[in-house]
């Protein structure tokens, strides 16, 4: 009995510990807002940037957008998340709309290993999600009505689960040595997934793209290096 009421101790003990060392996560209450020190950041409720809304100049960052939106006012030039050769930065559970640039960008080709995990980007004048660098991961998100490509995402990358449809360009476009798997694509002006090379294509359904009525362009592109599975176009 006694060593039971020590395990139980010695258990308790330890959350109390474990719930001490962790960070609490600062809450962003208004837009525009600059992250510059890595760690978590959320919102507690929706969020409206006359111009950019949160700019992340730190890498190891998270933002939770907890079920909520930022939202911009179509301003030329607005970005809803910016990042300029981060790392690390993970994108999660919320909407992001009405910028006047990209819904979600990392500019510069060093940018590398973000996530973008769970967001609605909408009605954005750029791209709903443009992650320059490499080796990010795009998961389970929706893009819809923005002016330029819905998803896109460079070398190395992981697009898996998403939806894009009525986007302005591609409804999804990724680099070399990428995967893209089980993804949706339709009613987008040109390609519905546009290819690099060397990519594994899988399980991902397309139709009704190539809305332009321009070039004929195809539903899923022709890769001569990529390895295609059970797409459906």
Known sequence: ?????????????????????????????????TITTQGSYIINQNLTANWHGIKVQANNVTIDLNGYSIAGNNTSGGYGVYMNGCSNVEIRNGTIRNFGSHGIYEESSSGKSHRVINVRVVNNKGSGIYLNGSNHMVKDCTASNNGFDGIYAADGCAVSGNTAYSNGNNGVSAGVACTVKNNTAYHNQYYGILLGGYNLVDGNTAYDNNQSGGEDYTNISECATCVFGSNVQ
Do not use: G, R
């Not at 308790?12 to 962790?22: D, G, N, P, Q, R």
């Open 1 to 33: 009995m006694k060593k039971v009421i020590y395990c139980l101790m010695s258990l308790f003990i330890t959350l109390i510990l474990s719930a001490a060392t962790v960070e609490a996560a600062t809450v962003i209450t208004s837009l525009p807002y």
